[in-house]
């Protein structure tokens, strides 16, 4: 097997919802080396959890679907996988962890043998085993008197110490690939630095690849080593995480960057993005942020490519780099 | 800002019982333990904490939405936490509220124009028709135009219908608003629409605005002074930018160093806070933060520090004149010109397209191209 080979490979994947036409992903690629981690990010609506679930094979179907690309794990399409194949992989060599721990976790269940059942299903290792193992587990991920929350109930834990044992769960077979949807948005600063730090050092330690899918460009800016900018289902801009903060390029990357208030100084207004992620089914059919970009000309009404800008930095604008454009300098100045 | 105090807190108390067994004793939580502060006329006062500091309660405390255990709130010349019912009702078309969730705290089965006529109904404020001038004002005001006064809160995004809860609050004339997390269930976008709206009726209404969030970027861009609050006390009060760059207690150092900062570069060494809050219903003897603070010593485990006055600010800390604490430092990305440029570029067409009445125009057409 070649080692530059990525070990997820993600190639033009689109999910449609019954009844609409326009995909609400469309053709979106991206891949993942082992030991990286990828940050996706967007607004609500922008296609990132749905793009983690379908990797996952989560996707509520009926009524959304997979309608095209494919996605290369480890040598293999998980894509169009049997549920069974999945189930084998899933929790093994992939593992996944969510917002909301509660929701997640078993709450009639104790923590340890939630980890330890995970363990048994894929490793079929005794019981005292898996019990050792979750015992590990809890202590990897720092919580206190480990050896007692083994036998606590999910609702006995603090958030924080929450999303330290599905940490634990999801790491707990040596998982290759991580998927952590807003992982840390329902915490607390001081708990979500915490967790943060903590699946840091737990990366670095097992080498996984992680896919981290955030609303907050502070998080992506502390995880990240590559950045993909979701708006209305599209990638529209990519690249290692230096590339996209200090230099972005799309209109929406901009904006999104413009309109959060600045910790540094005080500004005296925000600039925002005007208007609503379109509907659906309303979505026009070519760039999709047009309705909402102050650079819009009649060429935004056809489907902007990513192209590469030299540094593996990718934009999905006509105009980019804004700047170079001769007729916005006019609009600017 | 003049330096007149235009609500005042004194001594405010409120418990809660968490848990009533049938035998033994109930358990209590202090939500708020304490609390003197003054608001200033004419400024935006924060309120931030982390999840279970009390600053929801203290901002319901603040305008009676609940009822104090202990302590006054005084308002216009009067105790508002000793007020009978119907004086109390006049004072609501001074202190208004807005919540945190737009979709909660609208009446669904109302239209638009309705649920802001409403408080001026119940104030006796108008006959119909200055009723009816006086919502389409608003309406415009908060970007949307007098045909929406007909629409139900369900066709109208989720910035829209938090800016309809801010008419709706200041429907009466109010003279101070004050909102529980009023843009954090919004996206960065929307939520910098709401922000600025809000800062121009604050202009415009020469309001007073106390705003309780937790995310801390918003109140350094809205706040004029801040109170971090820690398990039911307020432990520094300062001005916003003091307290960002130089802050006095260790609690507020360990909430700055907390923010994930979006700017890519080396990373800071960073004062992490260890373990968890501590239980609420059984806080630590001494100062509460004690049991988290890397500067704590054998005082701090037994003496409850109480918020005294420092140079232009208030702390809550035994050793506030003498830690060396750590701010956030300014400074935005390591943008290269050609980027500037194209910031530049974007804060420039934004403002050719007439900002926010513009931008809210866009907003509803949007919308109205879907229904």
Known sequence: MNLNAPLLDVRDLSIQVAGVRPPLVDRISFSLRAGQTLCIVGESGCGKSLTSLALMGLLQTPPLSIAGGTAQFAGRDLLTMTRRELGQVRGDRMAM??????????????????????????????????????LEMLERVRIPAAAKRLDAYPHELSGGMRQRAMIAMALANDPELLIADEPTTALDVTIQAQILDLMRDLQAETGAAMILITHDLGVVAEMADQVAVMYAGRIVETGPVA???????HPYTIGLMSSMPSLGARSDRLVTIPGVVPQAAAMPDGCRFSTRCPFRTPICDNVPPLTSLGNEHEVACFHAPLEQTPKLRVVGA | MSGDIILRAEGLKRSFVTRKPLFGPATVVQAVDGVDLSILKGETFAIVGESGCGKSTLARLLVRLIDPSEGSVWYDGADIAQLPPEALRALRSDLQFIFQDPFSSLNPQMTVGALIEEPLITHGIGDKDERRARVDDLLTRIGLTPAHADRYPHEFSGGQRQRVGIARALATGPKVIIGDEPVSALDVSIQAQVVNILEDLKEAFGLTLVVIAHDLAVIRHMADRVAVMYLGE???????????????HPYTETLLAAIPIARVGPRRAKARIEGDLPNPTAPPPGCRFHTRCSHAQDRCKTERPTLRDLTGRQVACHFAETLDLTGLTGGDAARSPSARARFALYRAARAQEGGITASEKTDSSTKETLS
Request: neutral net charge; proline residues 8%; charged residues 25%.
């Open chain 1, 243 to 249: 590339q996209v903060f200090d230099d972005p390029q």
């Open chain 1, 97 to 134: 962890i969510f917002q909301e721990p509660m929701s997640s976790l078993n709450p009639s269940l104790k923590i340890g043998e939630q980890i330890a059942e995970a363990v048994r299903r894929h490793k079929g290792v005794s019981r005292e085993a898996a019990r050792a193992r979750a």
């Open chain 2, 234 to 248: 307020i432990v520094e009060v300062a001005p916003a930018e003091g307290l960002f760059t130089a802050p006095r």
